[in-house]
């Protein structure tokens, strides 16, 4: 072999056909899940100012939200409330009531479009007036056991509503197992547990908490629940206590600066990995492209594929419907 060079990787890459036939990773609509906010009203759209293009929607326009992203080809929805402040309550009761915001938003959507998953964040920031995920003591800390308690009841509840995925993001020790041990008890064999397992205390949370109107009531952090984003051992931990609980898929949060625990996760324990491209993260890109950075649709798409090839089985993304629509183009 005399040739040089000996091998030539840039002959696969060097037609249209080529790159499609050689392409390692696969990005499709069915990777995707949509987060969606609710808020109170008919005929409401509330846009988010730190979340340009991402508006809260009232149960009806959810519901059209619903048939936009089942046309597009997406399998599912995540949904968080924006619980009035006069029903936030020291103790998040109203997460407790089978009439809340986010029942009748997963009865409408189930209702409509029967045939598009619906996921729900298990977690009390949205119902309580200090804006914690859980019940607090006297000194500020946010109680483990009471709250893991609440957070079964919440599950339960949005489970009789109809959810199909329950989503366990308060970072409580213990809370995936009772929450487990609850629905078989009531029969609800097929409701699936996506666990927050991996959820890192996060600079790229903010946007979202407008989003659910917690950013002005929280006090202090989450650093004594979520994770210290310094840690990626303790992420396998917790993935490993999640599956042996009862968990049937496990996601990474935030998304892009953490594809090295999505990889890690993976190749551990080889079962479905999802990440999150929280908020923050959509803002950058957003910003970004209107800054003249770079093509939206180009880090749009990119960075989705990134997920993939770390590992995802998919990814929940603001971005879902523009980048399912890019992708069915
Ligand atoms: C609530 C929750 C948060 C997010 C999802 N569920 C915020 C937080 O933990 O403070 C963040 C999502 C995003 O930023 O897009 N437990």
Same mark, same amino acid.
């Given at each position: ?20 036939? @050689?392409?390692?990773?696969?990005? *499709? ?15 409401? &759209? &509330? ?34 409330? $924006? ?15 089978? !009439? ?9 959507? %189930? #209702? ?8 729900? #964040?298990?977690?009390? !920031?949205?119902? *309580?007036? @200090?804006? @914690? !995920? ?9 109680? $483990? ?11 339960? $509840? ?5 959810? #199909? ?11 995936? +197992?009772? /929450? ?9 064999? $097929?409701?699936? /547990? ?29 650093? *004594? ?7 990626? &051992? ?20 935030? +998304? ?10 993976? &190749? ?28 939206? !649709? ?9 997920? %993939? ?21």
């Amino acid at each position: 072999m005399s040739h040089y060079p000996a091998l030539r990787l840039r002959r696969t890459r060097s037609s249209a056909w080529s790159r499609r036939l @050689h392409a390692e990773t696969l990005l *499709t609509p069915a990777d995707l899940i949509w987060p969606l906010f609710v808020t109170e009203g008919e005929g409401v &759209e &509330e846009p988010i100012a730190s979340l340009p293009g991402v508006s809260r929607w009232s149960v009806d326009g959810i519901v059209a939200r619903a048939k936009d992203a089942a046309a597009a080809g997406i399998p599912c929805l995540a949904l968080f409330p $924006n619980t009035p402040v006069e029903l936030r309550t020291e103790d998040g009761g109203e997460a407790l009531n089978p !009439d809340n915001l986010m029942c009748r938003a997963i009865r409408a959507i %189930k #209702d409509a479009v029967p045939e598009i998953g619906v996921l729900t #964040d298990v977690a009390l !920031d949205p119902y *309580t007036a @200090h804006g @914690h !995920d859980g019940l607090v003591d006297a000194a500020g800390y946010v109680l $483990n056991d009471e709250t893991a308690e609440i957070l079964v009841g919440q599950a339960l $509840n949005q489970a009789r509503a109809g959810a #199909d995925v329950i989503a366990p993001s308060d970072m409580m020790d213990g809370r995936v +197992g009772l /929450i487990r041990e609850a629905l078989e008890d009531e029969g609800f064999v $097929n409701v699936q /547990i996506m666990a927050y397992a991996a959820k890192y205390a996060s600079a790229f949370y903010g946007p979202f908490r407008d989003a659910v109107g917690s950013r002005g009531l929280l006090k202090g952090d989450k650093k *004594t629940y979520q994770m210290d984003p310094a840690n990626a &051992e303790e992420a396998l931990r917790e993935v490993a206590l999640d599956l042996d609980e009862g968990a049937d898929s496990v996601m990474v949060k935030p +998304g892009l600066p953490y594809l090295d625990i999505v990889r890690r996760v993976k &190749e551990r324990f080889e079962v479905p990995v999802f990440a999150y491209q929280v908020s923050g993260e959509y803002a950058m890109i957003e910003a970004a492209a209107a800054a003249g950075a770079g093509d939206r !649709d180009a880090l749009v798409l990119e960075t989705l594929m990134a997920f %993939k090839r770390a590992g995802c089985s998919g990814v929940l993304t603001y971005h879902a419907l523009h980048a399912a629509r890019l992708m069915g183009a």
